[in-house]
T-cell receptor, first 111, second 110 residues
Framework: RKEVEQDPGPFNVPEGATVAFNCTYS??????FFWYRQDCRKEPKLLMS???SGNEDGRFTAQLNRASQYISLLIRDSKLSDSATYLC????????????FGRGTSLIVHP | NAGVTQTPKFRILKIGQSMTLQCTQD?????MYWYRQDPGMGLKLIYY???????DKGEVPNGYNVSRSTTEDFPLRLELAAPSQTSVYFC?????????FGQGTRLTVV
């Protein structure tokens, strides 16, 4: 089983739609969780951290479910500019900090 | 503030050639990483460093070497290029948990 798994998609949605992605992780000792955004042929950029209590940043909401070992990202009122690949990142506690990336979920928002 | 700078941005190598991918950060971060990303795939960790003089292997270290003589620089060396090393290489650094990436180096081995 891969450490971090994501549905590669693509998720094809119209503008204004709400879309959600999930990411599962295998290491129960994982402590840090993030969502990154990667545009085509560009470097990944931090979108948001994911906290146990859930957190929101504008149209984006991230949730963590430790019991089921998954994190989610919800995007409301999708914009054309949201089209990108969304990478789930997980790292375990203790020792060196090693971010482990999922393969990403592709989102295409169309007019 | 330049952040993480990678050079070159593009390179074509012939099989068996060697090269060094440069990575420099000006944020005084201790942690630095090298990842490779193949088309449609996630990032795979090649090597990482927790500080000057300390490096360790990641998931896919074969065919690569690194050094970390200063906090700022973390070069990645390919000794005998192979077609399987055709990929996009990203360098990243972090002060805590949030990683900052360079713009990547697109390497083609022919």
């Amino acid at each position: 089983r891969k450490e971090v798994e994501q549905d590669p998609g693509p998720f094809n949605v119209p503008e204004g739609a709400t879309v959600a992605f999930n990411c599962t992780y295998s290491n129960s000792a994982s402590q840090s969780f993030f969502w990154y955004r990667q545009d085509c042929r560009k470097e990944p950029k931090l979108l948001m951290s994911v906290y146990s209590s859930g957190n929101e940043d504008g149209r984006f909401t991230a949730q963590l479910n430790r019991a089921s070992q998954y994190i989610s990202l919800l995007i409301r009122d999708s914009k054309l500019s949201d089209s990108a690949t969304y990478l789930c990142v997980v790292s375990a506690s203790g020792g060196s900090y090693i971010p482990t990336f999922g393969r990403g979920t592709s989102l295409i928002v169309h007019p | 503030n330049a952040g993480v700078t990678q050079t070159p941005k593009f390179r074509i190598l012939k099989i068996g050639q060697s090269m060094t991918l440069q990575c420099t950060q000006d944020m005084n971060h201790n942690y630095m990483y090298w990842y490779r990303q193949d088309p449609g795939m996630g990032l795979k960790l090649i090597y990482y460093s927790v500080g000057a003089g300390i490096t360790d292997k990641g998931e896919v270290p074969n065919g690569y070497n690194v050094s970390r003589s200063t906090t700022e620089d973390f070069p990645l060396r390919l000794e005998l290029a192979a077609p399987s090393q055709t990929s996009v290489y990203f360098c990243a650094s972090t002060p805590d948990r949030k990683a900052f990436f360079g713009q990547g180096t697109r390497l083609t081995v022919v």
